[in-house]
């Protein structure tokens, strides 16, 4: 950015961190309508509950419209906290209070809060490599200095948390995970690591802000307990969302903060950063909610429609792919992660891709330090299985002829 | 804030800025019902366009309910930009384009974006005196030092803002104004001033931010230009918002930014911090935007109910406050600001008037620097005419007790 191009604005020093996001100009080039895309992580439209939230509209504006258009409390809709309490004990056996709930814009206002009350310039962050991008940017902005922890198929390596952890002069300001179909690769936290990360982090007073967008979409495998449901997890941030079970449009999603003087601090952030979350919006949900089963019934309905999703995805990839790919499995979630041949840089190959109208999203951005340019995310919710066919077809050929290239 | 009481956790140094509002405390205790309050800025919710937007809420999602539901841009739903800019066009003579237009969860977050984005700690940047305080908090949240320029019933004081701008060793970073019926005061820079503060802007390269929250809410007096408007208006950003002329509870505001490399910047901050305004809240809106003369005739409807309540109030004041009281009689907004006799602090006088179920804002967490606490806000706009004149006249016999005490 030149200064003349600025004329009288000088930016801040953080502009540095806050460059425009390389996802966000892949996904304007990727939404045109004869494009196969796997670059996003949108929810399948077709599957929204529509008709179902057009009736709790009409029913929340006849009952309570007038405090659905005014200003409302920087915590959220007392209602819909409560709401969030039941939610986490019936899903995840997780018992926390309302007043440790706070209800965000979205659970990257989540990461944005907690990066803004918690990190100085040039703090320690500790991540999984490679981890969610919006979670890079958003503690990038307040520059921090992000540590990856290696991970493989099991989650993080607690043996090399442990190296990590031994080796830096002062402890992270805290340890940023995804257990669960993580973003960008699927993967989850194994049981056993899961004990392991819980204890170290105890050991070594480093608070863990948990990320569980995804939990309740699981299609194969058992469920595990939340890390902040673990022994010694008293130093905890729990993040969840609506985003992937009922709209990611309505922007909401909670975080709780069992420490009181914390959750303190990030009312206040937030409150400084939009003064609340849209009462429209929180009423609007907790009217949908609210009605017995609504929820659970529509997750039945997207676990199975994005279970077949994976599956066609995973049999496509088999059929499709040349020799030296390799893949993860997910047992849920939005995602999945492919390595190509080493010679190969998928960012380069995007281009072709795009050319033969089939879209992805090239792992370097998700990853800390030097990215492993071979590996590339694909999301199978959004496209529907005839599709995700075709265009992993589309994918493999442009794979094979990189390959021999 | 105690390190024990944090546990693991320890927070960021902008946290010292970041305390809980005092106004957020001082709300809460006066939501009970049988306390008339005078103190927050809510708009009256019996005028809320409740069935307009129902019905706008059922076409919207009956015509757009996946879109609405799905993500969006970072900068905002491309209609409503454009919405943006036939509005300052029509309103305030001001021609921009949708191109630099970026949809905010309410104005707080453009103030939060813009100090996000240009802050960095120690920077200077000016306000009048007293200002608005979610934008002091902002502002203090990125560590800004803030200095306040003198104002009296005609806005800023030019040779002030002169006298501060040839003393500061370097530029401020931007000087923020609300030159439309200031928050707190009522107050509105005069159309000398405004010629007079552009020039001064542009002759020592200060970047003028503009709030203009209030700008269509005028009861009397002929409209101003906005200084985004004058010559040598090149550095500026101007903010509005739906706020006060529809619903603040939707939380819809826009920012505008000719300045093309520093509008990338924050839209690269609006991602990083929530990645967009709810959708569903955006083509709501649209939805109900449209409809030719809706929102115009709205405006009509709050300018002849508030109007009556400025009058109302101005009337009361005259009647019961006690002699060695000022007030500014504004010509539009929400709010107006009495001086009390110099021996009153208002922090004092508000457990008086608690007593007494009735409520303001003390004036003291608006002032830069040194607080003048004889010093209060009124709101005009959430009672109806007969409250405000039985409020004020409580409010009067407090005033009259805590000056014989």
């Known amino acids: 950015m030149s200064a003349a191009s600025l004329s009288g604005f000088r930016l801040a020093a953080r502009c540095a961190r806050l460059r425009p996001s390389a996802i966000r100009e892949i996904l ?132 090399e948390l442990s190296r990590i952890l031994e080796s830096l002069p002062r402890p992270p300001k805290f340890m940023y995970l995804i257990p669960n179909f993580q973003n960008p690769t699927g993967t989850s936290l194994s049981a056993a690591r899961r004990s392991e990360v819980a204890a170290l982090a105890a050991s070594f007073g480093v608070p863990v802000v948990e990320d569980d967008p995804y939990g309740s979409l699981r299609y194969g495998g058992a469920g595990l307990p939340p890390l902040a449901a673990l022994p010694g997890a008293h130093d905890r941030i729990l993040l969840g969302s609506l985003s992937k079970i009922l709209s990611p449009g309505i922007r909401l999603a909670w975080l709780v903060a069992p420490n009181r003087g914390l959750y303190e601090q990030l009312v206040s952030a937030k409150q400084s950063a939009d003064l609340h979350t849209s009462s429209f919006a929180q009423r609007l949900a907790w009217q949908y909610l609210r009605r017995p ?3 659970r019934e529509h997750i039945e309905i997207l676990r199975r429609a994005y279970g077949l999703r994976r599956d066609a995805m995973l049999r ?30 998928a960012g380069a190959l995007l281009r072709e891709a795009l050319r033969r109208k089939v ?47």
């Open 293 to 295: 089963g609504a929820l």
């Open 359 to 405: 879209a992805f999203v090239p792992g370097a951005p998700f990853w800390v330090g030097e990215p492993v340019r071979n590996t590339l995310r694909l999301n199978f919710s959004n496209a529907c299985e005839e599709r995700i066919e075709e265009g992993i077809g589309r994918l493999g050929r442009v794979i094979a002829e990189a390959g021999n290239r």
């Open 28 to 159: 304007k080039t990727t939404a045109a309508p004869d494009v196969i895309s796997f670059a996003g992580g949108l929810p399948a439209p077709e599957l929204f509950p529509v008709e179902a939230v057009r009736r709790s509209a009409d029913e929340m504006l006849g009952e309570e419209g007038a405090d659905s258009l005014q200003y409302g409390l920087a915590e959220g809709h007392p209602p819909l906290r409560e709401w969030v309490c039941a939610h986490l004990s019936e899903t995840a056996g997780l018992e926390v209070a309302p007043d440790q709930v706070l209800i965000t814009s979205g659970s990257q206002q989540g990461l944005d809060l907690v990066a803004k009350v918690l990190v100085d310039p040039g703090d320690t962050v500790l991540v999984e490599n490679p981890s969610y991008l919006g979670a890079l940017q958003a503690f990038g902005a307040y520059e921090a200095r992000i540590v990856g922890i290696p991970a493989d198929r099991d989650g993080v390596q607690p043996w």
């Open 316 to 345: 496509a990839l088999e059929r499709h792919l040349p020799e030296g790919c390799r893949w993860t499995r997910p047992d849920g979630g939005l995602f999945l992660w492919v390595e190509v041949p080493r010679r190969i840089d």
